[in-house]
């Protein structure tokens, strides 16, 4: 501002310098995305922010000539002497965002610094494609040297390179396949399951990794140190591997898996209690016993390791002098960590900066997210979540234990997945919004802390609708299985997700998150990422994922089906926010898209599967005496009809016999089959255990179904051999069917 009025006179200084400042300042203001149209990357960023016309006409009549100064736009400069071209020129589309009037826009300002919501609480975030066809990608990160290379690794032992430009190096950054013990399974916890630079790697070139290994017949979790290779930035030197520490693992699940380093310069590791279920080792379990590193959170200091000890002890770990502990241990009393990170703090005030959030998966009820401070015991196996697991343990006055700031039950989810509090520079309104999910469900949630209370408020994620997400790049859906989080050099957040939960199978997706409510101003988040060697081929990156916009958009009911416990104390059982389960329409025929958190087309999944549902229409009916022969596929219902609807127990027809779908998994999605079929173009409800009665007297032919609610028939969709079934008739699946959107049922 002071460079640019220097160069006017004295009266136009005393004019115009207003102008000059308030066009000068719209740069940062909340809505210069929008100002300076630089939402759409097809169209050039304007120099000059979007001017409402009248306002535009009276700084023409006398300050015209600031605008020399503003910008060097030649065609803006050749209008000067033309109000009416000049103003037109400077105008917006949307005149509700031009300035100044929309600085007293109520219906803009109302919501400032908030993350756009739905009627029913539920925030409307959207994605961006980042990275594709990978195998259960379990983590991504950053090596923090100005590069802004992104490291994805996948379950199977494989660390990928990719550059600013999303493109990927042919060549393997790390290939310890051979090393590492996962298998095709779905649902195998085992694998290459973590990945750390140190600190100082841009100096000392170190890497860190953490994954499943068999030793001599025993299975093991095994932390090893890698350094970068002298003739390639883009690759580790494969012969560089030291085992910084090896522990035994009883079973082959609850590896836990997650590697950190503080802003201590300590690496934190997160270790799962050994498997099985209930942590049945020794009396009180191996989280409980702090002789043992499983079920743990250690803290270790692998600095200036090239010579003597491999790892350190820092001098003000908790249990150092406790002889009957291991003195690696940082806390304790944790199931299965699975995904841990964080905080780097406010953007300018650091609050927050330093604490740890972790995802602790549960046993039978509930999941939880802890934050992780030094000597604390976080409950397993007395406690799950808030409720008492172990009731003998969970009376014990000597636990101390702490409790989670959040838990939520199994109704919505199976499996947390920890994630991050958002600090990035591109989503502003994100800003101490701590987001996760859950891979079971694929839920997207979030907490925000009220400070006032000390308590943690929940709010549900979804895909943005409507024109929330219409922007070039940007899509609105998801594959279910939500792995891993991750944050790039800059802050900014994104999630791993597969639609086939196999360490070999090739679905897995990287998605950002955005939020277009608020964007930051033009410019403001740009970096420069210093130069990287490449000698490997790139490969560039062609995103797949489409948006869904779905036509008419009537919008779903929503039924509150569960609530969450609050944080602090209370009795796990007391209500919280209410959580939503979509009531969906059936999908019309050939329609190829997928919804947010839907199931891949392709391949089988593990149950339970839960899934957003899709909108369509309805299928006309042939006249009577037209109907052709039963077609394998065929469906009924054992049913009752009324006021438009209709219920029952489904029945399928193949080769020749009818018989019964028979799935505790049975989704909406399934449902929304079903019903299409029968002609109705709403699902109201997908129904298990037999509530339409039980089928006994006709043969189970299908089991394990699991659709993307694109398929014809419920034979496209994945399931067992016909006829091969692992349930009984007492759960044998139904649906309710509407021709028209219910308000209860």
């Not at 100064?69 to 000067?80: K, M, N, P, V, W």
């Not at 329409?585 to 199931?599: E, K």
Request: proline share 7%; with cysteine; charged share 25%.
């Amino acid at each position: 501002f002071y460079r640019l009025s220097a160069r006017l006179d004295g009266p136009t200084y005393a004019s115009c310098a207003g102008h000059l400042q308030d066009l000068l300042c719209q740069e940062c203001s909340p809505y210069a995305a929008h100002l300076y149209d630089a939402e759409d990357p097809s169209t050039p960023v304007r120099t000059i922010p979007g001017l409402c016309q009248d306002y535009c006409r009276q700084v023409w009549q006398k300050c015209r000539s600031i605008f020399r100064y503003l910008s060097a736009d030649e065609e803006l400069i050749a209008l000067e002497n033309n109000m009416a071209k000049f103003c037109r020129y400077l105008s917006l589309e949307d005149t509700d965002y031009c300035f100044p009037h929309l600085l007293a826009n109520q219906n803009l300002n109302q919501n400032l610094g908030l993350v756009t919501a739905d009627a029913e609480g539920c925030l409307q975030l959207c994605l961006v494609e980042v990275a594709n066809g990978l195998r259960n990608p379990v983590a991504m990160v950053h090596a923090n040297d100005g590069t802004h290379r992104f490291f994805i690794a996948e379950q199977v032992g494989l660390v990928w390179t990719y550059l600013p430009d999303r493109s990927r190096l042919e060549k393997p950054f790390l290939n310890i396949s051979e090393a590492v013990l996962t298998s095709p399974w779905e649902g195998d916890e085992r694998g290459f399951l973590g990945i750390v630079f140190h600190p100082k790697f841009k100096f000392n070139g170190k890497v860190y990794v953490y994954y499943s290994v068999e030793v001599r017949y025993e299975e093991r979790i095994r932390i090893s140190e890698f350094r970068i290779s002298p003739a390639d930035m883009n690759a580790l030197d494969h012969g560089s591997e030291r085992i910084i520490l090896e522990i035994e693992e009883p079973a082959s699940n609850h590896n836990g898996g997650e590697l950190l380093f503080g802003d201590d310069g300590y690496l934190y590791i997160f270790t799962g209690d050994g498997g099985m279920a209930g942590d049945p080792f020794g009396t009180f379990g191996n989280a409980q016993n702090k002789s043992t590193l499983l079920g743990k959170v250690l803290r270790i200091d692998v600095n200036n390791n090239d010579r003597g000890p491999l790892y350190r002890i820092p001098p003000d770990n908790p249990f150092l002098n406790d002889p009957k502990a291991r003195p690696e241990i940082y806390a304790y009393g944790v199931r299965n960590m699975w995904r841990c990170s964080f905080d780097r703090g406010e953007p300018h005030t650091k609050e927050g900066k330093g604490r740890l959030f972790c995802g602790d998966v549960g046993q039978n009820k509930y999941e939880e997210i802890d934050i992780v401070e030094k000597g604390k015991n976080y409950g397993w196996r007395a406690r799950e979540g808030f409720s008492c697991y172990d009731k003998k343990l969970c009376t014990n006055s000597s636990m101390d234990d702490v409790l989670p700031i959040y838990a939520y039950p199994h109704k919505m989810g199976k499996s947390v997945t920890g994630g991050y509090v958002y600090r990035g520079c591109e989503s502003p309104n994100l800003n101490g919004l701590y987001i996760f999910g859950d891979f079971m469900s694929g839920r997207l949630m979030s907490l925000k802390e009220d400070h006032a209370t000390g308590e943690w408020q929940y709010s549900e994620i979804c895909m943005g609708t409507g024109q929330t997400c219409m922007f070039p790049g940007l899509i609105n859906n998801y594959y279910q299985y939500i792995i891993s989080f991750a944050e790039d050099e800059a802050g900014e957040l994104y999630f791993m997700s597969t639609g086939v939960p196999s360490a070999t199978a090739p679905h897995g997706v990287v998605y950002k998150v955005v939020d277009t409510s608020r964007r930051a101003p033009p410019g403001k988040c740009r970096v420069e990422p210093s130069s990287v060697k490449v000698k490997s081929k790139r490969i560039q990156f062609v995103p797949k994922e489409k948006l869904i916009v779905k036509t008419p958009t009537p919008r779903p009911r929503l039924k509150a089906v569960t609530e969450a416990p609050r944080g602090g104390r209370p009795d796990p059982q007391t209500p919280r926010t209410p959580v939503v389960d979509w009531v969906g329409q059936a999908p019309p025929p050939g329609n190829q898209s997928r919804t947010p958190t839907t199931p891949a087309p392709s391949g089988r999944a593990s149950k339970p599967r839960k899934g957003g549902e899709r909108r369509g229409q309805r299928r006309k009916k042939k006249p009577p005496g037209t109907a052709p022969p039963l077609r394998n596929g065929a469906v009924r219902l054992m049913e009752q009809r009324g006021r438009g609807r209709s219920w029952g127990r489904v029945e399928v027809y193949i080769d020749g016999e009818w018989g019964t779908v028979c799935d505790d998994g049975w989704s909406s999605l399934a449902a929304a089959v079903v019903c299409r079929q029968l002609g109705f173009p709403y699902v109201v409800r997908a129904s298990k255990k037999a509530e339409f009665g039980e089928g006994t007297s006709l043969r189970i032919l299908l089991d394990d179904v699991q659709c993307s609610g694109q398929e014809k028939t419920l034979l496209e969709c994945t399931h067992t051999d016909i006829g091969t079934h692992n349930c009984s008739h007492e759960e044998d699946a139904g649906v309710v069917c509407s021709q028209e959107e219910v308000a209860e049922w």
